[in-house]
């Protein structure tokens, strides 16, 4: 069973999706906008295109004629995926899905609208008038994104009617793609968020990783652990209404599905359908699987019996803090490799931009979440980047 995967996106998610694949004998072609990607490095075969170009995406698929293709980003033409699927083309997790979660007011509106699901009241703006009528809805404080974006990109807190202005400037120089339109959501008073990873197989039943918790600062997250301590009931709540939304946009792989956790209960707040990035703490052994194995295995249509904890963990990212276009280099290696029970992974960037995310940092073993975190972040600052 080989099969030939093109991977649309190749950063450091696609990285490990790769390696998992080939792990699994299969055949991937990465594709990025940008030549020596992570994932590239890899890869069998890789491709330099502009993915949000239809027509350059629809020769890249003609030219390999793939079994599947696996969106690792936001910024692709997905319109496209349901002719590939019409032809035969297995689109993962689904055409349907792709295209709806590639833009936050498809899946925001499928799952407030059609599912009923508990969101935060929330109103979309094209213009700046329009983001300002959506924040006197909302309320202050509330929170504006883009529709299409990624690791939190475009994301402001508004604080004050001040604030306004530049959150609707800040959220269209962080907008992925060609889309210029952002959605506006009132602040939920949250106690602590979490990715539910969730699992969707060809065969089997849905299955869902142990809670990740995780903190972010600038919109992307900076230390993850895993299980984040929770009610059962709230727990529940999360994995009812993941399971929903996965059955409703089909088809198999691993989903990262955020939610914020009240004292309500549980809210659902976005969903991605693939490996998250928060989920890099899964590569510090916590499970019986990574992430990333999770979706190779789902998406080849092997079955999963179950999702076993097998260790708590934490991750911590190693940020750059300059903007270079030299190939960068690490200090404090060989420091940080002396800490015992931990890890470390370098995703092999080319270039460096402030507070782009170099690697991470891995800590496991039976001790709290909270001291794992604090010797996660330990490794991390031992080592910089260069």
């Not at 490990?16 to 030549?35: P, T």
């Not at 914020?260 to 490996?275: D, H, M, N, V």
């Not at 300059?322 to 200090?331: A, I, K, R, V, Y």
């Amino acid at each position: 069973m080989r099969k030939k995967i093109v991977l649309l996106g190749s950063g450091e998610l696609g990285k490990e999706f790769v390696i998992a694949c080939q792990r699994l004998g299969q055949y991937v072609i990465a594709v990025d906008s940008y030549a020596n990607a992570p994932a590239m490095q890899v890869a069998h075969e890789f491709e330099v295109i502009n993915m949000l170009d239809g027509e350059a995406l629809d020769a890249i698929i003609e030219k390999h004629q793939p079994d599947l293709i696996v969106p690792e980003i936001e910024a692709i033409r997905t319109e496209r995926f349901y002719d590939y699927e019409a032809r035969g083309i297995q689109v993962v997790p689904s055409a349907k899905a792709a295209n709806f979660t590639m833009n936050r007011k498809a899946i925001r509106d499928l799952a407030a609208k059609e599912l009923g699901l508990r969101t935060a009241t929330y109103r979309y703006a094209t213009t700046y008038e329009e983001l300002k009528a959506g924040v006197e809805v909302c309320g202050i404080p509330c929170v504006v994104k883009p529709l299409m974006s990624s690791s939190g990109k475009g994301q402001t807190v508004i604080k004050s009617t001040e604030d306004i202005e530049k959150a609707w400037e800040y959220a269209l120089e962080g907008s992925r793609g060609d889309l210029k339109e952002v959605i506006v959501e009132s602040f939920v008073d949250f106690d602590f968020e979490i990715t539910l990873l969730t699992v969707t197989q060809k065969q089997g039943e849905t299955l869902f990783c142990p809670p990740i918790g995780h903190r972010q600062e600038r919109g992307d997250y900076q230390e993850s652990w895993q299980p984040q301590a929770m009610s059962l009931i709230y727990l529940n709540e999360a994995k009812e209404m993941a399971d929903r939304v996965t059955k409703a946009l089909g088809g198999a792989g691993l989903w990262g599905v955020e939610f914020f956790i009240t004292k309500e209960g549980a809210y659902f707040s976005e969903l991605s359908p693939r490996p998250h990035d928060t989920g890099m703490v899964t590569l510090a052994g916590t499970q019986n699987f990574s992430e990333f194995e999770l979706h190779a295995r789902a998406v080849l249509g092997l079955n999963i019996p179950s999702i076993d904890l097998l260790k708590n963990g934490a991750s911590s990212v190693i940020l750059a803090q300059n903007e270079s276009q030299n190939t960068p280099e690490f200090e404090g290696l060989n420091e940080a490799a002396q800490i015992p029970n931990t890890d470390f992974k370098l995703f092999g960037k080319p270039t460096t931009r402030q507070y782009r995310r170099m690697g991470v940092a891995l800590a496991f073993g039976s001790e709290s979440t909270e001291d794992l975190v604090s010797t996660a972040k330990l490794v991390s600052s031992k080592i910089s980047v260069i």
